[in-house]
């Protein structure tokens, strides 16, 4: 289950394709968002090919991606484990949307919208009325319990809200209600209030957040001009300087705005790209989603090279084959891909030799093959009871069976705990005798 507070963000990164190696800046973006402590990273404008889901590199993160056949637009969402184990269902709508449903738990789900709007320019007018079409359509599949957030690079200006027109769309706090004004005293820009209104693109935004019942969040909370424009481009004019604006927008279900923390700008983040990283703070709890879509590939059982003893050999031999590939080309001088060759080899043997199975619950490990025989068995009578096509009598034996395996059940656990209490008080009985405290306070907890 996911900590009370669910850290989302988007960020347009400009590409995340860099001298032929789309994982590079891939792991780069995970590092970082993990270092923030965000679960979900929106990443618009990654320039990849097709669609699909992968693991990022040996992480634990996960990737769903939705690109074109050419090296532009596509955009990216970037689940880490936990997420991952939350994921309901998603759909690759297209290069310029993404759809994910996670699983609360409340009962709820969190749904999940990425988009990358066209730039506002009257040659791609129609491509945008096709875009927020689209956007229509999928936000209208959407159940009406979930908690709706529509994310991304809108290309959208959508003003101050000052003559209080977007009241119920948007907050008091628009994102370019700071005006740059050159000071020759200085030579050098500075940022004043100033009110603004909405260009074509923001007024497409906001009627779509009107019809869907959704608040742009990055309008709600007050922070300062660093802490509020997403973008910073080269200003024409006088001085020149930097052009500071807000293009992208983080949409919530204003059912839900009162679990929304904050929502604001961060620096910083590893993107060379004239945008920043827009993130919010929800107050909402996911877990592991029941029946959930689960075609994304599992990471090696890296825990099985501590607990078996043969693991690790069997890793090495698989690993050595796969080795020399990677030495040919480091000795040829390419060290982009033999670094890339390694970390490939590195994953497949390490699934080949180990596997992708989960480690064993701690309470688990304490159970002896009988109790865990019986709890098989019992599962087993539950599964059958299930069927339909049963008479009276054999439901009402099956019934009898479960109840008394489901006693069995219960009393073998409570004597296989009982006796891995006293395994553990003996244990540390011995380390504080032997004046192993550390020890002995792990084994105590």
Known sequence: MLP?????????????????????????????????????????????????????????????????????????????????????????????????????????????????????????????????????????????????????????????????????VMGRFGGDRFAAVFDGRCGRFRYEPQSSAPNDNGLQLLSFAAQAGMVVANTCFQHSAAHSHTFYGVASGQ???????????ILVSRRFMSGVRDCRVYRGFPAASDHRLLAAAFRLRLCAARGARRDVAAGPALWRLQAEPHAAAAFDAAAASRMQCAAQLAAAGDTEAAWAALCEGAMVAAHEALGSQRPPRPRDRALTAATLQLIDAKQAVWQAMQQTALTTEQRAERQRRFRSLQRAVGAAVARDEQHELARCAEVAAQHWQAGRMSQFAKQVR
Request: net charge positive.
């Open 239 to 249: 001085g020149g300087g930097e052009r500071r604006c807000t293009l992208d927008y």
């Open 4 to 168: 009370q507070t669910l850290s989302l963000a988007t960020v347009n990164s400009r590409t995340l394709w860099e001298d032929g190696n789309q994982w590079r800046k891939a792991v780069e973006y995970v590092r970082a968002a993990a270092v923030r402590g965000l679960q979900l990273v929106g990443v618009t404008e990654t320039h990849w090919l097709g669609q699909g889901s992968e693991q990022v590199g040996c992480t634990p993160w996960q990737v769903l991606y939705s690109g074109r056949q050419s090296r532009s637009g596509g955009v990216a969402l970037l689940l880490n484990g936990q997420m991952r184990e939350a994921l309901c269902d998603y759909a690759l709508v297209s290069d310029r949307l993404l759809r994910a449903r996670f699983r609360l738990a409340s009962g709820l789900h969190l749904s999940v919208l990425l988009c990358y709007a066209p730039t506002n320019t009257p040659k791609l007018a129609a491509v945008s009325e096709q875009f927020y079409q689209l956007l229509h359509t999928e936000a209208a599949k959407l159940p009406r319990r979930d908690v709706v957030v529509a994310m991304g690079d809108f290309n959208a200006r959508v003003g101050t809200n000052a003559d209080g027109a977007s009241d119920g």
